[in-house]
């Protein structure tokens, strides 16, 4: 069963490494992505979402019980079986939490550990999450109020945003509806 960590005071599950508070991505991110945070609509999506991407609604329907956290942890499986197949010589990614901790991931460790809690989930549950390589070439970007995940990058649609598009709506297409594509 997949776990998200609720105590943070608790150390690290293993694949999980702090990035020191020096750590340049947040910029980078911010630099290439136009990442604007904001609660309602008007301000959404949060980033300019990339080409190619595709965004899939994650709202859950709210009178079938267990249905956010089956896909909570769905997504989570899921994205982490990408992670470990796409890019099995190097399945580190940079790991960021919104005005949080911020942490690298070696996504293989993560996937051999016993019952491995996520420090920080791909699914949104509260705050902005983003998976992302070294490079910023390929990722996801959480958004817990419009309740989105953005993937983006060749191997990580042809992968993860292949299967998530089986069974999630469809909300954008490299930062458009899929009806003005």
Known sequence: MMRHTLDFGSPLPPGWTTLDDKHPYWGRFTDRFGFRPGLTEPDWPAIAEP???ITFDLTAPADVTG?????????????????????????????????HTCYRLDAAVHATT?????RVPVYPNGDYYIFLREDLSEGTFGHPWEQTLCVYGERLLGSLGRTLS??????RIDGHRPDAV
Do not use: G
Not at 84 to 98: A, C, G, N, R, S
Not at 114 to 118: G, H, P, Y
């Open 114 to 118: 016993s019952d491995a809690e996520w």
């Open 67 to 99: 249905a956010w956290a089956s896909r909570f942890d769905a997504v989570n499986a899921e994205a982490l079986r990408c992670f470990i197949t796409e890019f099995p010589d190097d399945p580190m990614f940079v790991v960021l939490d919104w005005q």
């Open 166 to 171: 089986t069974w999630l709506p469809v909300k």
């Open 51 to 53: 080409t190619p991407s």
